[in-house]
């Protein structure tokens, strides 16, 4: 409600010790997502049996992470980061409770390396975008290995009429 000197008065009642209805909805709403999540994951693992939480994770969430693995060193606007850990499921609620994945990465242009000064680690959930350049990927973690891989899993388990790209 705004009152006549243009200033905006808050109307909502706070009530102490009782979550806000925003706070509510919030919470009801990652409840939900997080019971999807499950879900898919449930699916994925039911139609290979062999793949792993993280496997699964990654092929829900590869779109946003893109072929950045462990070890892989990339360039984003932000700087050039190597990727240290890629986190799923509980791990990655463990460090932030909102997130399904997150990657913990450190700068190559940090403190003790190449002697800039800067953030040496950072914990994020940045999605890939067309800009970001992979520098260097290691073999054991290439994206194309890594499609092969699954793509062979799935017509072993006679799913090949589903499409699987690098």
């Known amino acids: ?11 909502r009642r706070e009530t102490p010790g009782r979550p806000s209805p925003e706070d509510l ?22 139609s290979v049996p062999e793949m792993t939480d993280a496997d699964a994770y990654r092929h829900l969430y590869s779109a946003a992470i893109g072929p950045r693995f462990k ?5 984003d606007a ?16 463990e460090r932030r409770s909102y997130a399904s994945w997150l990657l913990v ?4 242009y940090a ?10 680690e950072r914990v994020h959930r940045f999605g890939w975008t067309q800009h970001d350049t992979v ?22 388990n006679g799913l090949a009429g589903s499409a699987v790209s690098a």
């Open 1 to 11: 409600m705004q009152d006549r000197t243009g200033t905006v008065e808050n109307t």
């Open 71 to 75: 070890g892989t060193i990339y360039r």
């Open 111 to 120: 403190d003790g390396h190449l002697g800039h000064k800067g953030a040496a």
């Open 25 to 46: 909805a919030l919470s009801i709403t990652r409840q939900t997502n997080r019971r999807l999540e499950l879900a898919r994951v449930a699916e994925l693992k039911a």
């Open 135 to 156: 520098v260097v990927q290691p073999a054991e973690f290439d994206v194309k290995a890594h499609a092969a891989k699954a793509a062979g899993a799935l017509v072993a």
């Open 78 to 93: 932000a700087g050039t980061w190597e990727v240290l850990e890629v986190l799923f499921g509980d791990e990655a609620r």
């Open 105 to 108: 990465e450190r700068s190559l």
